[in-house]
């Protein structure tokens, strides 16, 4: 993987559109891992580092929204954007209500996507630098008086967190 490219993991249920999409990112700075389920976007991301998960909402198996729920508890810093077709915009709006960045809808322009993506990247160097902020008050605040072995299983707990 190129470490000055995007980590990308692109999620949709529909082959082609999967190809063509992983395709036009990829020669636009992206690292694209592209998956055609929810089950497969999970694994995906706890084996690899990934900044933005673009998932498709309407997919066999666990759904886009279960997606989202599952990437976003288990990845904090993680930003997903959903991608819906027509008729589901009710429960895309939804998905904005359990974390996702925004909402896109099928076919969007490539342009607008980009544009989206940049903001959305922009957001998950925030989300990391606040939690490192977080963790080093948490740091800071550990007190001296505790016992040597309860200093270091906070730690791991911040370090782990
Ligand atoms: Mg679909």
Not at 115 to 143: G, P
Request: charged content about 35%; glycine content about 4%; hydrophobic content about 40%.
């Amino acid at each position: 993987m190129d470490k000055n490219k995007i980590n990308l993991l692109l999620v949709d249920d529909e082959e082609e559109f999967l190809k063509s999409m992983s395709t036009r990112l990829e020669v636009r700075d992206f690292n694209v891992i592209a998956v055609n389920r929810g089950e497969a976007a999970l694994e995906a991301a706890r084996n690899n580092p990934v900044d933005i998960a673009l998932v498709d909402l309407k997919m066999p198996g666990i759904d886009g929204e279960e997606t989202l729920k599952a990437l976003k508890k288990e990845h904090e810093w993680m930003e997903v954007v959903i991608l819906t077709g027509h008729g589901s915009v009710d429960s895309a709006v939804e998905c904005t209500k359990s974390g996702a960045y925004l909402y896109l809808q099928k076919p969007c322009e490539l342009e607008q996507l980009l544009d989206v993506l940049k903001d959305a990247y922009k957001k998950r160097i925030m989300n990391r630098k606040n939690i490192e902020e977080k963790k080093m008050n948490e740091l800071l605040k550990i007190s001296q008086s505790s016992s040597p072995r309860d200093i270091l299983r906070r730690l791991k707990e911040i370090d782990n967190g």
